[in-house]
Nanobody, 121 residues
């Protein structure tokens, strides 16, 4: 099994910054896409940003220019640097990782437990 451990959430004032981390561990053979999603109360879970194993990134229009996703393949860790935070960024942030457990096994996906980000004065 794969475990995802997230950290870095918290309370921050508008305009502030936070850095989220998500470390994957377990019997992982290869990791493919890694990403961050968020879900605000009463809303659907939405993609924030995604990064492929080769470093290509994709992000939601609402966070372009403010959030940066990166990964450290040696540490099986994905990061989300969030700058110029706005109250509308308040949500539970989940990391998502695609991986295989063996050379010929199917890709699987796992979710982190979620870390709360609250942007408020």
């Amino acid at each position: 099994q794969v475990q995802l451990v997230e950290s870095g959430g918290g309370l921050v004032q508008p305009g502030g910054s936070l850095r989220l981390s998500c470390a994957a561990s377990g019997s992982i053979f290869s990791i493919y896409d890694m990403g961050w999603y968020r879900q605000a109360p009463g809303k659907r879970r939405e993609l924030v940003a995604m990064i492929t194993s080769s470093g290509n990134t994709n992000s939601a229009d609402s966070v372009k220019g403010r959030f940066t996703i990166s990964r450290d393949n040696a540490k099986n860790t994905v990061y989300l640097q969030m700058n110029s935070l706005k109250p509308e960024d308040t949500a539970l942030y989940y990391c998502y990782v695609e991986y295989t457990l063996g050379h010929y096994s199917d890709r699987k996906g796992s979710w982190g437990q979620g870390t709360q980000v609250t942007v408020s004065s």
